[in-house]
Structures are given as structure tokens and as C-alpha cells.
């Protein structure tokens, strides 16, 4: 019994102080800044920034390689505090929030044939670009889901994927997560949205769901000059810069793909995206 | 003679990637790139042999003297864990690029089943100390052999226009499969 023991934290011991004394030998020296920014991050590990992880982004920002205000998701007093650690100055930025450019759940979107394979959108998408009869629909299968790290995204009984705003934190990393490419960072204060991205001609997308933009352009005939809604390819277009702050626009649109989220809408449409 | 075969055995014949299917993981995992696949050959190289060697001498040293053959795995996984950590160290300080693009892989290496099928099989044949070190060197060459190939197929297979179904891991897995077809033809070469 007592031989064995020894033997082996003989051996143990042994490559221990040899890599003790590899370590001293090897010891890369890093910036104390770096750990001071990785201190000052959210600490998630989201990846928002590109970046593997917090303590990668704040070697690159030691480094010079991101910018201090690189880090999407934390607020604008850790972004001034992050740059002061490194001598440097940040704008303020507008607040962004992601945005799911689809609404067309199974109660509204028709299908085109039954999917019965891995629950997973990027899966769905290899096969003829997934089910839904809409080349550009929400496949609802929850890969935005999985990619959020801060819990933001939920799913809604018919089956699509919403964006809850006051959890969201616009670090993009279910933009990236969906294979249709439904997800866009919009301007937090935006209220009126054009949920749809299916650019067929009218009859066919209406075909296809119920609540999809026909390209009707009741929108943006709506501006007398210089509209803010423009329709490209049979689908409108928010022009986020100058965004529209009108409740009355959403009323015109035949299908209901035009949406507003601002303060006076019900309770119950503010809270989804 | 006997040595030079061992070594031609050890890189051709019996490749322990394409013929004994051992360390597929970084064969698979770091072949992208042939700067990344000749990295990790050094790495292993370098822990293949040091380990082999170590784990004779202590076999021989210390376990079977008190007949604690029993030991013998734990013992293994023990120093080739400890020489991966020293390889991990040392590349962290001379060479942080490719430290970053082994990623994974390179920690990997303590579980990489062809070290420890490299330390074990030197003991099962009552290898010589030198044979030991020649062969683990020769076995690390072959699998270096085969990740370069490999490697060089796939930079030129990223560029290629693959049909839909194959791209990306199903492509991989036909080429490393050919690749063995491929060194199937050296059998015979050496007994």
C-alpha cells in the first residue's frame, strides 16, 4: 500500500515542481490594464464583440486592436470607464435593440411541407430553406434562443421567435444565430416597424402568410415628400435615421405587417418585438 | 537495419493515424491550415517522444522493480499530462499565434489516444529504451506525415467548388478516408 502511494506522488510531485519551475521560466507577462477592463466588462462571455470572450477583447482593446467602446452589451458608463482605463475617450451612442423581422407564426404562415428532423432553424434551413411556404420566415425552432446569453429571446405559441426589449442588449449575437437572417439591430427609441422580410411579389407572399408587407405602398405614399417608409423589392423599408413616430401610419397597412411599438400602443404589443 | 525498418514501419505500414486510427481528433480538428498542422506536429513530436521515453524509464525504474504494473496508466496520463502542460507553457511564450490557432487541440493532447497508445505499446512489445525512442519519434512522424497531407488537401479543397451535400465535415471524412485507402498500399512493405 505504501509503496504505490509513494510511486505516484512521487511522479505527481515531480512533474509539478517541473512545471513550477516551467511556468517561472515561462512566465508571460500581461498588461495590468487588461485585467482591469476584463474586471470592468459584464463578464458574459457573449461574444458580441467579436472578440472570444471579455478577457480577449480586453487584451485587444490593451493592444489597440478593438476600440474601447467595442462592447456591445454593457452600458455607457462602463464604455467611459473602459476607455479612461486606457487613456482614451468614448462618443455616446444611441441605445440599439435586435428586432425580429417576423411575425408569421402557424397561425398565419402557411407551410410547405412538415419538417420533422433536429430541432434546431440552421438544421431546418438545409433542407429547401425550411418549412414555412415563406422563403424568408421565422423557422421558430429557437437558434436565437439558444444563442442568447441574457435570456432575451422568447418564444410565442404560434411558433416565432421575439426579441423581449428590456432584456435585450444588442450584442448581436442572435443576428448572427439565424440562418434566415431575420434579426436586425434597430434604434431603441424606433417605434413603427416593418416585421416582414419576404420580398415576393404581393400576391404571392400573400399567399405564403397572412401578415407578410405586399409591397402595396400605402406606406410610403402616405409621405406627401421625402417618405420615411420606402418599399425596394416588394418590401418596406424603416428609414431608421429619421425614423416615423406616427400611430396612425401602422393603421394603413392592409396586412398588419407594419407595426407600432411606441408609447401608445397597448401594453401587451410594447412588450413584444 | 532492424531500426530503419521500425521507422518506415512506424511512418508508412502502421501510420497511426491512417492505419491504426489513432489521434483522429487533431487529424481532423487542426488539418485546416499546413502552418496550424505543422505546429501541431512539433507539438506532438515533441510529447510523443519525451513522453514515451519518460514512461519506459519509469516503468522499468520504478513500477515493475515493486511490481506495480498496475499502475501503469495512471502513472502514463500523469506524465503526458505534465509534458502537455510544459508544451503548453513554453508555446504560450515563444509562439502566442499559434498557441491561439491550436486552440483546443493543443490541451487535447493529454487525451490524445496515440500518446498513450505510443507509451503502452513500447511496454506490450518489450521495447529497448532506444527502439522506444526511435519508434515514438517514427509514430509522431507518421502522424505528422498524415496531418500534413491532409491538410495540404484541405487548404485546396476549401477553394474547390464542392457540391452542396459534401461541404464542410462530410468532405473531410471522404478525403481522410481515401487518404487511408491511399497508405492501405504500403502494406507489405515492412512485417
Known sequence: MLVPTVVLSGIGLLSGLGLALAARAFA?????RQDRIT??????????????????FAGAVVRGDAKPDGCPVCDQETRRLVASIVGLTVQDRAPQVALILCQGGDDVAAKKYRYNGLASCASAALLGGGDKACGAGCLGLGDCQRACAFGAVEMTPSGVARIIPARCTACGQCVAACPKDLIKLVPAEATIHVLCSNHDRGPAAKKACAVACLGCKKCEKS?????RIKVADFLAYIDYEHAPDDPALAALCPTGSLVYRGAAAPAAERTSS | MQLVLLVLSAILVNNFVLSRFLGICPF?????????????????????????????????????????????????I???????????????????????SLG????????????????VMNIMNESSLLVTAVFSLAAAMGFGLALVLFSGIREVLALADTPRSFRGTAIALLTAGTLSLSFMGFAGLVK
Open chain 1, 39 to 56: 474586471e470592468a466588462l459584464p463578464g458574459a462571455n457573449c461574444g458580441g464583440c467579436g472578440y472570444a470572450g471579455c478577457g480577449d
Open chain 1, 28 to 32: 508571460v507577462e500581461t498588461d495590468p
Open chain 2, 104 to 119: 483546443i487541440y493543443l490541451p487535447l493532447i493529454t487525451t490524445n489516444c496515440a500518446v498513450l497508445g505510443c507509451a
Open chain 1, 223 to 227: 409621405f406627401a415628400e421625402d417618405p
Open chain 2, 28 to 76: 481532423l480538428g487542426v488539418s485546416k491550415k499546413l502552418s496550424t498542422a505543422l505546429g501541431m506536429t512539433a507539438a506532438v513530436m515533441f510529447v510523443m517522444t519525451l513522453a514515451s521515453t519518460v514512461c519506459w524509464l519509469v516503468f522499468h525504474g520504478l513500477l515493475r522493480p515493486y511490481g506495480l504494473e498496475y499502475l501503469q496508466t495512471i502513472s502514463f
Open chain 2, 78 to 100: 500523469l506524465i503526458i499530462a505534465a509534458m502537455v502542460q510544459l508544451v503548453e507553457l513554453a508555446l504560450q511564450k515563444l509562439s502566442p499565434g499559434l498557441y491561439r
